[in-house]
């Protein structure tokens, strides 16, 4: 019988040493991070955390440390700190692995473990857009696809609806379960993965997102040739916009922008349909950050008033978004503040351009 008691200083096996290692403790990522921006504590940064995870998995701090408790929810995951990192840190992955073994049972945030349990099995998710206007055909053998999201369906369905005018060869069988992007965000990565290849299963070919967070999770797991995010596909696809003359903004969805590199795709498209103004911010998180503003709803908050003054202050008509969550955030923001300025997905923008054309067309031929 083996008496050894545990070495506190041993590995503890929570983290990939090559991602843990990488860390060079530079700095750079300090001022790209926005909690950082929010309490210039360095607790709060990319460095600072990445310190409290090797703590963590040299033993010197417990599990249940109120700090690592802290840090690991009040951490956006954005992903900012990855693309200004000279070392190649890939955060995001730290991310979820230090979550998987932190957020284990009653430590997992209660909302989180309500959202992902409602995503968990393909009935449920049906159920969420049961009542709801989302698109809704076959299934296609080979694709492609388009992917209805689970709580996109649900929110904003006629999302769906947009991509399928725009792109009518997309099959969208509304039987199709959840991605994996919420577990795997979320302390649960195993899930994420299981649920992202039970997709891949169920629709083949191609598959075609309107969420940028879904896709970069998806891209992950399947590959990136099996994943399409929706402004990628339409600037492959020559289609006429008109010009509609509005003065119009972007918000990154912060997944698709730092880990997926689509960052100049939609504004391309937006450039086509109307006036692009770039906001400072528009590649930094609007705060929403999956279920980041249920979790931690008064951090969520300062992060979004910021970006709401810069949005009002643009004299834009519209912020166009990529990603459900970021479409609730600032449409819910700008609507509180009773703000001119509407949030729009943008297929829905291009979806509302495109039959702008076709009807003119189809009155100027009768
Ligand atoms: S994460 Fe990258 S940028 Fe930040 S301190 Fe470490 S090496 Fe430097
Ligand atoms: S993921 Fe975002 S909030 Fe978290 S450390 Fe990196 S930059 Fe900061």
Known sequence: MNTTPPDPSAPQGIFTPELLDRCISCGFC???????????????????????????????????????????????????????????VEYGALLEEWRDHQWQGSRRPLVVRLLTFAVNARPRVWLLGLFRRHARTRPSPEGPHLMLGCFERALYPKVSRAARALLPELSAPASQGCCGALHAHNGDSARGRELALELGEQLPGVIVTTSGGCAAHLASVLGRDRVREISETLTETPRELPWTGARIALQDSCHLRNGLGVWREPRELIGRMGEYVE???????????????????????????????????????????????????????????????????????????????RSARTQAEH
């Open 279 to 357: 906001l400072p911010s528009a590649g930094s998180c609007c705060g929403a950050a999956g279920s980041y503003a249920m979790v931690r709803p008064k951090d969520s908050r300062k992060v979004l008033d910021a970006k709401l003054d810069e949005i009002e202050a643009a004299g834009v008509d519209y912020v166009a978004v990529v990603n459900p969550g970021c479409y609730r955030q600032l449409d819910q923001g700008l609507r509180r503040r009773k703000s001119r300025v509407r949030a729009v997905h943008l297929a829905e923008l291009a979806a509302g351009a495109y039959e702008t054309t």
């Open 30 to 88: 300090l001022p790209a991070c926005p909690t950082y921006a929010l309490t210039k504590d360095e607790a709060s940064s990319p460095r600072g955390r990445i310190t409290l995870m090797r703590a963590l998995e040299e033993g010197t701090l417990p599990d249940n440390d109120l700090r690592l408790q802290e840090e690991s929810s009040f951490c956006l995951g954005c992903r900012a700190c990855e693309t200004v990192c000279p070392a190649g």
